[in-house]
């Protein structure tokens, strides 16, 4: 692995030298595109998980909700419900789970007031380690992409010749 090498850049190591020398000074173009909107777009899944954890933990209300449809055969454990108190007559899909309730009974579910179909078992917690999996790809890939601009921008300047005395 090449950190810095003389002649890299006039004024020596830089930021921008240390995070193209893992390999990604190598990409190409569609490739840095590529992976910038695949990392920006996990990251963004990543938020809009913990948003929702948030939203349920700051706003949250418990009502009372009927289990319409149960899964658990598959790999995510989910049940479908019904509201009988508090948003009455709206539904939503329960992916965390502390227990198994059996179709057709009644439970105590927490939802946010502003979106009722966010809604989650009060037991279980509302935010789980993989919501923060991705959430560093976006900030990353972005400072890969800066570090190759910049790269890019100062190779295609032009360089002021030396002066011959």
Known sequence: MKLYERGDSDEGPTFESFVLSFG???W???RLLIFLAAGLTLAGVSASFLYDGWALTARGEIAQ???VRTNYDGRTKTINIVFVSGPV????IVER???RPAQGEIVPIRFDPKKPSRAADPQA???QLWDYIFLPLGPAMLVVTWARWNRWR???APREAPEDP
């Open 154 to 156: 100062r190779c295609r």
């Open 125 to 127: 917690s509302v935010v």
């Open 97 to 99: 789970l502390k227990r």
């Open 65 to 67: 909700a009927r289990v």
């Open 89 to 92: 007559g709206e539904t939503a």
């Open 24 to 26: 990604a000074g190598e």
């Open 28 to 30: 190409s173009v569609w």
